[in-house]
């Protein structure tokens, strides 16, 4: 099935919920109004409809392969990734010091979701690159900066995370890969580390690493883990790839999913030791590598809205060619497409808003990045860098779970079809499931969401986003259609479950942790489903406004119906949640281990 990229739903978030044109008033994003948006999004999604998206079922039928140490890429995807680099598309957000275009992450969102949507395989070596940049920029030496930023930047090089071993998952003070010093300032490395994504391949010219280890001599734990750069080939003194650095890929896993993206076991030190290069300070490792992680969930987030668009839009079109039965209403004599029938209109406005919902979230918590880094107010940094980081485990967390939901229904509107491989539906499905795993389980976002984003504060910036949710009930209140108040009663119920449950965490984490950690992923998806709905909200004022004014009817219509399914059926359930939080504790933890 071909991939139409939703431009116009993404130009409507960035221009009516994330506020394009405020974002153009910060320093160094002057040029990056609605016109430059446009723009970049139309080329984007030419790009990824005729070059990526046509690789998105190849890849997965005939993926990656390992072989004596070398990985080759699905055929297609090493010309595909080299007209990727040269469109500049790797450096879209990164600074123009370094060859990148410098756009704000407001408008580069919305080509990560499109470059998702056309090829979650393909989409995750720009995405590990994008955190390899990010962490050389904030923790880099100049001289590293110097040899590596330029090729990470113009994609000529691709970057990868190095965090987990056999014996270390998530808890990475487990971590045993160890450096030792050499004279010359750099480290040896020896080690196993597994899941590396992209970590071998056959479409760039070298391989940037980053590398977890520890010093001898470090402190145990996370606090004795350190950062470095580990190429797949040394650099010469030219700043071409030199000779072969002692890093090998031993192999690459057989996955359910996202089969063309090699994820490698990779070994280093069997030849003496692998040359690494130290970034930042020692024993600071954990927290420079959490600079790469945080972009990734937010990243990661994305990738389940773009491939709950891409379920949506073929189960759409499934529903529109299928013809069985006849409608229960009698309105045609005969059987009719399903669409005509009410459950599967169902399943797909679920797909429809919970995924409308979930980018109108993602393009929001994109600006508030942007202006806690270029605001020239400090206050105004500060309280958009809090409202950002309260939402990326949201974006992450709340966004792939919702992927999942969405993928299931898409088989499910194919019926048996959706079962069959070769319909395609399915690859959806085993596609999502990752994204609810890597870069940290829900069940981790949900611990982030706990701990440093509401127990800590006490609630508070929880409350100031229920406060903002209030004023936005009460402009839809004001605006006197039967919509908006519907949704501002959905939304009014949906917001005093969300601060009963900020207030239950903020009292209750030290006290009695096991009752509120019981409740973490549920607390989690309630504050997911009210900010994704507050934002559907939004999106119905602006429709309503637009639509009077005769811009655009048919779209704004269909917008404000979803906002109000979203509100009727997908915002109603979080009472639920809060219940489930608040009074449902106990019996989570109910059975001793023994019994299970």
């Known amino acids: 099935m071909s991939y139409t990229a939703p431009v116009k739903d993404l130009m409507f978030c960035i221009e009516h919920l994330a506020g394009i044109a405020e974002v153009a008033k910060l320093p160094g994003f002057e040029d990056a109004g609605l016109d430059t948006a446009q723009a970049v999004l139309d080329e984007c999604a030419r790009f990824n409809e005729g070059v990526v998206a046509p690789l998105n079922q190849p890849g997965d039928v005939n993926p990656s392969s390992w072989k004596a140490g070398e990985v080759t890429t699905t055929p297609g995807f090493k010309e595909a990734y080299r007209q990727f680099a040269e469109g500049g598309w790797q450096g879209l957000q990164h600074p123009v010091e370094f060859g990148g275009q410098g756009l704000p992450k407001t408008i580069g969102a919305a080509c990560v979701e499109m470059l998702n949507s056309a090829n979650l395989s393909f989409a995750l070596c720009p995405l590990l690159s994008d955190g390899a940049i990010e962490a050389l920029l904030t923790a880099g030496s100049d001289k590293l900066k110097a040899t590596y930023l330029e090729k990470l930047v113009s994609g000529e090089w691709t970057g990868t995370m190095n965090l987990t071993e056999p014996q270390a998952g998530s808890d990475l003070a487990l971590v045993r890969t160890r450096a030792e ?32 280890a520890r010093v001898a001599g470090a402190p145990e734990g996370v606090k ?45 030190g069997d030849k003496g030791g692998a040359v690494g290069y130290l970034v930042g300070e020692e024993n600071r490792g954990l927290e420079y590598m959490f600079i790469m992680m945080n972009a990734a969930r937010y990243a990661v987030g994305v990738q389940g809205i773009a491939v709950a668009e891409r379920a949506y839009q073929k189960a759409v079109q499934y529903a529109k060619d299928r013809v069985q039965s006849r409608p229960v209403d009698g309105s045609l004599p005969g059987s009719a497409p399903i669409i005509h029938h009410p459950d599967v209109r169902r399943m797909l406005m679920t797909m429809r808003a919970y995924t409308e919902g979930c980018r109108a979230m993602a393009s929001v918590a994109a600006a508030a990045y942007d202006a806690s880094h270029h605001h020239t107010d400090a206050e105004a940094r500060r309280q958009n860098q809090a409202f950002y980081e309260f939402l990326v485990p949201l974006v992450k967390g709340y966004s792939t779970e919702m992927s999942l939901e969405v993928t299931s229904l898409g088989v499910q509107v194919h019926g048996g079809m959706g079962f069959i491989e070769e319909t395609g539906a399915a690859q959806y499905y085993r596609d999502a499931k990752i994204l609810t795993i890597y870069e940290g389980t829900t069940a981790i976002q949900a611990n982030d969401l706990v701990g440093r984003k509401t127990a800590r504060d006490g609630g508070q910036v929880a409350k100031a986003i229920a406060t ?10 004001a ?61 119905l004022l602006a429709a309503q406004a637009l639509a009077g004014q005769g811009t655009d009817t048919a779209f704004m219509k269909n917008k404000i119906a979803t906002a109000r399914f979203y509100a009727d059926h997908i915002l109603t359930r979080a009472s639920g949640l809060r219940d489930a939080i608040v009074e449902g504790a106990d019996s989570v933890t109910a059975l001793a281990p023994e019994a299970f």
């Open 181 to 212: 010093p050499q004279p010359d300032g750099s480290y040896k490395v020896f080690g196993t580390k597994i899941f590396i994504t992209y970590g071998e391949h056959d479409m760039a010219d070298n391989i940037v690493h980053l590398v977890l």
């Open 224 to 268: 004795g883990i350190s950062l470095f750069v580990v190429p797949k080939f040394l650099v010469n003194a030219d700043g071409s790839p030199g000779a072969r650095n002692d890093v090998q890929c031993v192999s690459i896993e057989h996955k359910m999913g996202i089969k063309a993206s090699p994820t490698a076991v990779l070994q280093y």
């Open 468 to 477: 903002q949710v209030e004023a936005t009930e009460a402009e839809l209140a």
């Open 479 to 539: 605006s006197g259609s039967a919509d908006a108040k519907a949704v501002a009663r959905r939304l009014a119920t949906a917001r005093a479950a969300f601060v009963d449950v900020v207030d239950f965490v903020a009292g209750q984490t030290k006290a009695n942790p096991n009752a509120v950690f019981a409740g973490s992923v549920p607390y989690l998806m309630l504050a997911g489903n009210l900010v994704a709905g507050w934002q559907m909200a939004r999106a």
